[in-house]
């Protein structure tokens, strides 16, 4: 098996890493405006079972050429580049799969999956952490019931040694998560696809030590094309990120304050972008150079098996690597692209065009995650009565603001 890892990135080096471990994998190319910058954990591999390509993602004919080549391409490029991408694989007649969170997209995307089918090649958009890892375990909890009432998601990426005042550290570029702060939610609530704004109905979620207490709030992105699949399926569905306490009501402050804004503004004369200005003067203060960030991914679901009514829970936590430098994000995000790639060329991906609930088996992605360390832990929980939120979280739910119904 031969890969091409588009984007040399936190996400696209650990993946490049990971296949790189697998002694199926013959090659490993990783195309980058900057091959040389290569993620140290690479670098023992150059000229052996990995190399570089020099290539520019707006200039398409150096990577047409290299997708020729290979079994599948992993796309770790910035998502507006997720569609072009998955058109010239398919052509190519390689296996894609990206890291999406751009819904949009990901719609534009099924446009290929006749051609994909004819090709005999699958394209699995929404693969990294959420959307991707989380969807999957949502999808394997509700596949144990006969019907579901709820669904809830949690996925926090955090820096071990929070510093004031947003008590985070990036782990993925700043222009995305922002992003998702300023875009609304599609939750499920009664059935319906519903928006609500992002930072809203902010809750406390308890963990187990050293984690301990965290708050979660919407953000939009990370449930893929769940909630419209499972519109008038299931009651409730929603997800929300978790953050240290505190982290929210700065960044509403913020966000009010129009730093957030992606929309050019004139100040005396110069073109100023709000949110491009805000990430130039916090990214010193929010860089963490040591890694040392940890990821936790809850995943519960309620509903009935059997006409007895229950909760499961998956629980995933996981750390940076010092031995490989590799973030608790990149491996949880990166990892995931690259089980997916290794399924999709092993063809335990159906051909065609589907999200991570839809195509990709739960049992055997649970197994390869385990087997790098990284372990979703499953639990039964005592059931609660309907309507009430579970008793994990102790739910605010302050400033609900409901956009509007689709």
Not at 31 to 57: C, F, K, N, V
Request: charge should be negative.
């Amino acid at each position: 098996m031969r890969f091409l890892v588009l984007g040399g990135g936190a996400q696209g080096s650990a993946a490049a890493f990971d296949l790189l471990r697998q002694d199926a994998v013959e090659e490993v190319v990783v195309a980058d405006l900057r091959p040389d910058a290569l993620h140290p954990a690479l670098r023992p591999h150059l000229g052996r079972r990995l190399s570089t390509l020099p290539a520019d993602a707006s200039s398409s004919d150096s990577i047409r050429r290299a997708m020729a080549e290979v079994s599948g391409v992993l796309c770790a490029l910035p998502y507006h580049f997720n569609y072009e991408m998955a058109r010239m694989a398919v052509e190519a007649g390689a296996h894609f799969t990206d890291l999406g969170g751009n819904t949009g997209i990901v719609t534009r995307q099924r446009e290929l999956d006749a051609v994909a089918r004819q090709q005999g090649v699958s394209v699995a958009p929404d693969i990294g952490l959420a959307p991707g890892m989380i969807n999957i375990l949502a999808q394997a909890g509700i596949e144990r019931f006969d019907e579901v009432q709820a669904v809830r998601l949690w996925v926090g990426g955090l820096p071990r040694n929070p510093r004031p005042p947003l008590n985070y550290q990036i782990v993925y570029a700043l222009e995305g998560m922002f992003d998702y702060y300023v875009t609304p939610a599609e939750i499920l609530r009664d059935g319906k696809r519903v928006r609500v704004e992002a930072l809203s109905e902010l809750e406390i979620v308890e963990f187990g030590a050293p984690i301990g207490r965290l708050e979660a709030f919407h953000t939009g992105g990370g449930t893929s094309t769940m909630p419209a699949r499972y519109e008038q399926r299931i009651r409730s569905f929603e997800y929300k990120t978790l953050r240290y306490p505190g982290h929210a009501q700065v960044m509403r402050a913020i966000r009010e304050l129009g730093l957030l804004s992606d929309r050019d503004v004139d100040y005396n004369g110069a073109i100023v972008n709000p949110r491009k200005f805000f990430i130039q003067q916090a990214t010193p203060s929010l860089r963490n150079e040591h890694g040392d960030d940890f990821v936790v991914a809850r995943v519960e679901v309620t509903g009935e098996k059997d006409g007895v009514r229950s909760r499961i829970r998956y629980e995933v936590v996981d750390h940076y690597d010092p031995e490989t430098g590799i973030t608790a994000m990149a491996r949880t995000t990166g990892f995931t692209l690259a089980i997916v790639a290794l399924m999709q060329a092993r063809g335990e991906v159906v051909a065609g065009v589907g999200t991570p609930d839809e195509v990709i088996p739960s049992a055997p992605y649970i197994l390869e995650l385990a087997e790098r360390g990284i372990r979703a832990r499953f639990e039964r929980l005592p059931a609660v009565s309907p309507g009430n939120q579970p008793s994990t979280a102790e739910s605010k739910n302050t400033d609900s603001r409901q956009l509007r119904t689709h």
